[in-house]
């Protein structure tokens, strides 16, 4: 095979086809250890957990990539192909450049203090008088979960990034993690008595809000999470039925012991 | 409790988030024949290798068998991972990404079962490496050797990410990193693997067809490579996309689920319709100059091949009008192909037509006398190698089904569900 090994001759077919061969070999090796060098790479520069949520959101339904701006109605058919990076999107910006009115404290029963701001995956953004932010589960993510097994929050002091995991919880033996809504760093928790919630000091003060749901916009984004849930939640044969009046129970999982909860958190949440 | 949260499969946590599989019990069900016949094909290997290739039916004539068929098949129809993947990551035809997984894991099991057969064939696996120590070059047997070896590298590779987008093993960062910095690469495995399998498809063809000694399989050719050559690459080819759309079908009739949509049965159907047509084309001119120039130019008239009724002039009929031009013209005919009745009938033929393609170059060629005192030979497996073939299916069921059950292998599967 080598020179010096039995059966080796410096003739042209065996230069050709060993060459052609290690050629290939080579080119097979060299394009692992690229990949490898490159993983290695995106830890050392703090761009893996951008990179499990680009994954995450490639394997994600179309009905979870809408774009908000189809959800709340300004436009038609409109599906995110960005990450819900909205801050890096030149058509939010021209579109939140209108005004946007007061948010209600109360849609379709579900609790949304005026001054919060949201996350497609659930999590709410309180701005606190000294600069930082307070966040937490939403309304309607807390009922669908109800009471959880166990809820790891990030130790003080941790790093978050926008779409990275923020924290997890886990109910009848599945994890459900629940993406960071905003980029900082951990300053401090709050336990089940205040509400579940973690208080960030932002990274970055200029990237503002502009990724996260406000004002009249949250309706209309409520309005199709319940339509979602409501398809989940129906048997494949039947159509999807909305409740009319009454007041939503405080534990889903409760009023619907048979249905396929790992797969409605998946989607609720944004885990493909 | 929460019902299907709670895990009315065991490994519920391991499986695809809204993948509806069947409960642990019943897999374990579906998977105990198999294991079953995995391990009477074990058995049938070890014969072969503790007691030698007696425990087979091959001889000093019947150099090549049963195995050797079924690995020139089992490889022309795991062509399928390397054609697709061209057709996806060279021409841009992104519609494949709904099958390209499938098409990976199918193409990882035809080449790891002909690697593992071909093993049992040459009987010493010890002394294997021996090939690649001492290779020689001017031997055909020698590319086709290193080119499957290497392919079967890259399916490896190429089954990673795969692998890497399973639910628990996604949620570990560093994976779900290198899967994707992987899979930005796989450009470059599919040119590779497109060039190795371009090369020893075509020359498992070309090692029949430079057997002069054979005037039943010797056929001229370009430059240092007989018709033969060329004839298995695009036979291959052809028939890789029909073997995808049965593999499918069979999967969505066992499971009851959607899991690709139309227009990717219509594109697989389309590409291996036409891939047909010019196979059988080029397949009859070479048959009409074997059997009326090369095959007489050495003293023998074309019909002295078809005198035995057992492989007589049916089985090349057979092959290239009923097992070739019938499914060419049925998976090219769009209404045809857009029933799913036809589009199956067309694929099965056309699978059906390779593989007597690779029947007769392998036993026919050997069942023919070359010199006027050999007698006409037929050959029967024994039933260590009908077993050892038996475990090689069974091998490939079982893998495929743990790659189903736990990988995303239909990307689509999901939403097609809910349609």
């Known amino acids: 095979m080598l020179p010096g090994i039995s059966g080796f001759d410096w003739s042209v077919g065996h230069v050709i086809f060993l060459a052609i061969f290690f050629s290939v070999l ?13 993983a290695v790479r995106d830890f050392t520069k703090h761009k893996a957990e951008a990179i499990c949520w680009d994954e995450e959101f490639r394997g994600l339904p179309l009905s979870a990539r809408r774009c908000r701006h189809d959800i709340s109605g300004r436009v038609a058919g409109r599906t995110c192909t960005n990450g819900f990076k909205c801050s890096h999107c030149a058509f939010n910006d021209e579109i939140l450049a209108k005004e946007t009115a007061p948010q209600d404290a109360h849609a379709f029963g579900f609790e949304m203090p005026p001054g919060r701001l949201y996350h497609r995956g659930h999590a709410w953004v309180e701005p606190q008088n000294d600069g930082t932010v307070k966040i937490g589960l939403d309304d309607l993510g807390s009922r669908l979960i109800g009471e959880p097994s166990k809820v790891e929050l990030p130790e003080r002091g941790s790093h978050l990034q926008i779409n990275g995991v923020g924290w997890r919880l886990t ?38 809000f502009r990724h996260l749901l406000q004002g009249e916009e949250i309706r209309s984004w409520l309005l199709q999470e319940m339509e979602r849930i409501q398809r989940l939640l129906s048997p494949p044969a ?8 009454g007041v939503p129970v405080p534990d889903f999982t409760m009023a619907y012991p048979d249905a396929d909860w790992d797969e409605i958190w998946g989607e609720v949440f944004l885990e493909s | 409790m929460l019902g299907k949260a709670m895990g009315r499969s065991l490994d519920g946590n391991v499986l695809e988030r809204g993948a509806d599989r069947a409960p642990l019990g019943r897999f374990c069900l579906w998977l105990l024949p198999w294991f079953l016949l995995l391990g009477v094909g074990l058995y049938g290997a070890y014969l072969c290798l503790a007691h030698g290739l007696n425990q087979t039916n091959m001889n000093n004539r019947f150099i090549f068998g049963l195995w050797i068929f079924l690995d020139l ?28 997984n499938s098409a990976v894991v199918m193409g990882f099991i035809c080449y790891s079962g002909a690697v593992v057969v071909l093993a049992i064939d040459v009987g010493q696996p010890l002394r294997a490496w021996f090939t690649f120590w001492h290779p020689n070059v001017h031997s055909m047997l020698t590319e086709v050797t290193f080119c499957i070896t290497c392919y079967l590298a890259v399916l490896l590779i190429e089954y990673i990410p795969i692998v890497l987008r399973n639910r628990r093993l996604s949620q570990i960062p560093s994976f779900l990193v290198f899967e994707f910095e992987l899979h930005k690469m796989m450009g470059a495995f599919a040119v590779v693997g497109t060039f190795l399998s371009f090369f020893h498809q075509g020359s498992l063809g070309g090692l029949y067809g430079v057997l002069q000694g054979r005037p039943f399989a010797f056929r001229e050719g370009f430059a240092i490579w007989p018709s033969t050559f060329f004839l298995f690459v695009l036979s291959a080819i052809a028939v890789g996309p029909s073997f995808l759309i049965l593999i499918t079908s069979l999967v969505r009739k066992i499971t009851g689920k959607r899991l690709v949509g139309t227009e990717v049965f219509d594109l697989l159907a389309r590409i291996s319709g036409w891939l047909l047509v010019v196979y059988i084309m080029l397949k009859s001119a070479d048959t009409l100059v074997w059997l009326n120039r090369t095959a007489p130019a050495v003293g023998f008239l074309g019909y002295d091949f078809y005198t035995e009724p057992t492989l007589g002039i049916w089985i090349l009929m057979a092959e290239i009008i009923l097992f070739g031009l019938l499914p060419a013209v049925i998976l090219i005919n769009k209404r045809r192909r857009q029933s799913t009745g036809w589009l199956i009938t067309g694929g099965i033929l056309a699978c059906i037509g390779v593989a007597i393609n690779r029947f007769v170059m392998t036993i026919q060629t050997l069942a023919l006398p070359t010199l006027p005192f050999d007698p006409y030979v037929l050959y029967w497996p024994s039933w260590q190698e009908v077993a050892t073939f038996l475990g090689v299916l069974a091998y490939g069921v079982i893998f495929f089904s743990f790659s189903y059950r736990y990988l995303p292998l239909y990307p689509k599967e999901r939403e097609l569900g809910k349609t």
């Open chain 1, 26 to 38: 080579a080119c097979v090796i060299t394009v692992i250890a690229v990949a490898i060098l490159k």
């Open chain 1, 171 to 208: 109910k009848g033996g599945r994890s459900i993690r629940v993406l960071s809504p905003v980029a900082g760093t951990v300053i401090a928790t709050g336990g089940p008595q205040e509400g579940w919630y973690l208080k960030v000091k932002l990274e970055d003060a200029k990237t503002g």
């Open chain 1, 238 to 245: 039947a159509g999807i039925s909305l409740a009319d009046g």
């Open chain 2, 73 to 100: 098949t089992i490889i022309a129809f795991g062509a399928g991972a390397f054609f697709t993947g061209f057709l996806m990551h060279v021409l841009k035809r992104r519609e494949l990404r709904a099958i390209i």
